[in-house]
């Protein structure tokens, strides 16, 4: 005659854990949606502040090294990986031919800065860095159908996937550039750029420049060159002499590693005109560590709002135990025993943490959308919003888990529930 | 032979002034197996304080308490529980029905705590106490004849030896009282369970054969009960 026989002590418990959830469906789903909230900003703190750290340190930099003034490694390559930050100044040309002339170096690429196109920077420079760069192993800069490389002898440009969405220049499009890396509307150039080509999507800063022929900074309006350590401006026409030039940095590919070490101890320990920037993923990470504090903090403030969060589980559940005891005592009178009373409670804390841990990730998906387009926006460096962080799994774990122990205060309460006393209504 | 069995049961509470109230002093009392037997008793004699120790939900200062032949008085709070939920059915005067659960989730969590949930069983009776089409109300959606027919279900679901009923029809006017009273005697033999019936109602008790006085069985009631 028995059809569905369960467990004397487990069946009884996910019909009392629904039923309670239910019955109390305001306030459970008012914890669900704080628990996801905590266990969302939890994930998407400890991802950003890991996807980040990746992205900046050992994301898709392309170069092994910069070269530039005298000055901060990390201005450097702030400068010229990330296209950020000011340029700490300028070295004359004869480092570039110099350094690119070095056996040890495979691609030396000059990048020359001082202009924008409505906040995104122009950076001249050298054929090469659409024809021979790879910003990954193996992936060079591709052109979108119709477009095609600069002429070094004209104002041409071709221009990242990013500008060219958030601009709306295109193949063909002309454009008058801004001095300066910050834009100001006032502060125009007079000579007009012709877009040759448009890149496709790398999702790396690259895609936030304008890339022009490193002439066209040289002979822009009001520039001034002091490669020689006297001003000269360039004159229509005349070829610059190169003791005049001058450029942002040199980025440096090198044939191995050991290079590195050997032009450290050369232009770094024993030189005096410039910085070479190298290895740059450490170069960054030192940012990072200054910076650490700040993550810190925040992880801080994440765990602090889960216990919150916790509290606030407790206190739901809490808050209904006397309206209960009766429920308790009936449960007690069929049979169930103080621990089963005393599981139900606990799995009810558990289950709201759970499905709050669960909404968790549908808060987390959309700070992190959020904070993956800001920092596009800002830096062109691009998180991968899929990527897995042990974060993922130890938060909703730790988060179940808190709100389990959240759930034994008030387990307490219910375990010791007086079954004679409580059978009887209470007005 | 014997259902239950009382031998020497004492039974006190602590008094708001620090003594002890003895409320229940049985030397002996005992129910036939399938038997049905009513027990009067005023107000405040201790009816229900009896039958929560016979379900074990009270345990006894002193005595022996035995359902079928097994002392629950020595036993742990959890095996009582046990005990309770496999072998004894209460029904309450306010039916203590689950507020947010189904007529048919109420049987069901019966048979949960003890052998296991047997749904076929579980509607076969509300279908035997006229509930067919209010399996899936909840309490606040039957009348309250309606929610002392799901106590009774729930009372006999888990196939006890002893139904106990403390006031069943308290809360019913006399035509539903008389038809729950009814139910609740032929459900237990039907299903074999021997029914302790407390009230103070002269109409329920005229109606057993086998009735008792809890005053002439409680030596307390008659000695005042203060140590």
Same mark, same amino acid.
């Given at each position: 005659m028995k059809s569905g026989h369960q467990h004397p002590f487990l069946g009884g418990l996910p019909l009392i854990v629904r039923k309670s959830l239910r019955q109390h469906l305001l306030s459970t789903v008012i914890t669900i949606v704080s628990v996801a909230l905590a266990a969302g900003l939890m994930m998407a703190v400890f991802a950003i502040d890991s996807q980040t750290y990746k992205a900046f340190t050992g994301g898709p930099m392309g170069f092994d090294a910069v070269l530039g003034a005298r000055g901060s490694q990390l201005q450097l390559v702030l400068n010229s990986i990330f296209h950020l930050e000011t340029s700490p100044g300028n070295i004359p040309w004869q480092l570039y031919t110099t350094i690119k002339e070095?056996? #040890?170096? $495979?691609l030396a690429i000059p990048y020359a800065l001082g202009d924008n196109y409505r906040g995104y920077r122009m950076v001249g420079t050298v054929e090469e860095i659409l024809? #021979?760069? $790879?910003? =990954?192993?193996g992936q060079k800069f591709s052109l979108q159908p119709g477009g095609r490389i600069f002429?070094?002898? #004209? #104002?041409e440009a071709v221009i990242g996937s990013f500008v060219a969405q958030k601009t709306g220049l295109g193949l063909n499009s002309r454009f008058k550039p801004y001095h300066g890396l910050v834009f100001n509307e006032e502060d125009q150039h007079g000579e007009e750029f012709l877009v040759v080509g448009v890149l496709e999507p790398t999702n790396t800063p690259a895609d936030r420049v304008i890339w022009i022929p490193i002439e066209g900074i040289f002979r822009m309006g009001g520039h001034v060159l002091r490669g020689s350590g006297t001003d000269y401006q360039a004159q229509s026409g005349q070829e610059i002499p190169d003791e005049h030039k001058e450029v942002s940095s040199v980025m440096l590919k090198f044939k191995n590693p050991q290079a590195g070490f050997a032009l450290d101890q050369t232009?770094?320990? =024993?030189?005096?005109v410039a910085t070479l920037a190298w290895p740059l993923g450490s170069v960054m990470a030192e940012l990072f560590q200054k910076l650490g504090w700040v993550s810190r903090v925040l992880s801080l403030v994440a765990c602090l709002v889960v216990l919150v969060v916790a509290g606030s589980v407790l206190a739901s559940i809490y808050n209904t135990m006397n309206e209960r005891r009766r429920e308790f005592a009936i449960l007690r009178a069929l049979g169930a025993r103080k621990r089963t009373v005393f599981s139900a409670i606990v799995l009810e804390a558990a289950t709201i943490s759970a499905l709050g841990a669960l909404l968790g990730f549908v808060i987390y998906a959309l700070i992190l959308a959020f904070a993956a387009a800001i920092i596009r926006n800002q830096t062109g460096v691009v998180l991968n919003l899929l990527a897995l962080h042990p974060v993922h799994l130890f938060a909703p774990l730790g988060i179940i888990l808190i709100g389990a122990l959240a759930g034994i205060v008030p387990a307490f309460k219910a375990y010791a529930t007086d079954v004679a006393s409580n059978l009887s209504p209470h007005s | 032979m014997p259902i239950l069995e009382i031998r020497n049961l004492q039974k006190s509470f602590r008094s708001p002034e620090g003594g002890n109230h003895v409320i229940l002093d049985i030397p002996e009392f005992c129910l036939e197996a399938g038997h049905q037997a009513a027990l009067e008793g005023s107000s405040g004699s201790g009816k229900t304080t009896l039958l929560n120790l016979i379900a074990g939900i009270l345990l006894p200062d002193q005595g022996e308490i035995r359902i079928a032949s097994r002392n629950i008085a020595p036993m742990s709070e959890s095996d009582r529980d046990r005990w309770r939920a496999l072998h004894i059915g209460y029904v309450f005067q306010t039916f203590n029905l689950l507020q947010g659960y189904t007529a048919l989730e109420n049987v069901l969590l019966g048979m949960m705590f003890g052998s296991g949930v047997d749904l076929s069983f579980a509607k076969e009776l509300l279908h035997r106490v006229g509930l067919s089409d209010r399996m899936n109300y909840r309490p606040g959606q039957l009348s309250v004849g309606q929610q002392q027919r799901v106590a009774l279900a729930r009372a006999v679901a888990n196939h006890p030896q002893l139904v106990l009923a403390d006031e069943p029809t308290g809360n019913l006017d006399r035509q539903q009282a008389q038809t729950a009273l009814g139910l609740l005697r032929d459900i237990c033999r039907e299903n074999g369970a021997a029914l302790l019936l407390v009230s103070h109602d002269p109409h329920v008790l005229n109606q057993f054969e086998e009735r008792h006085s809890l005053d002439s069985l409680n030596c307390a009631a008659q000695g005042g009960g203060e140590e």
């Open positions: 070095d056996p #040890r170096v $495979e024809t #021979r760069f $790879e910003y =990954q192993p002429d070094s002898s #004209r #104002r232009i770094n320990k =024993q030189g005096k | -």
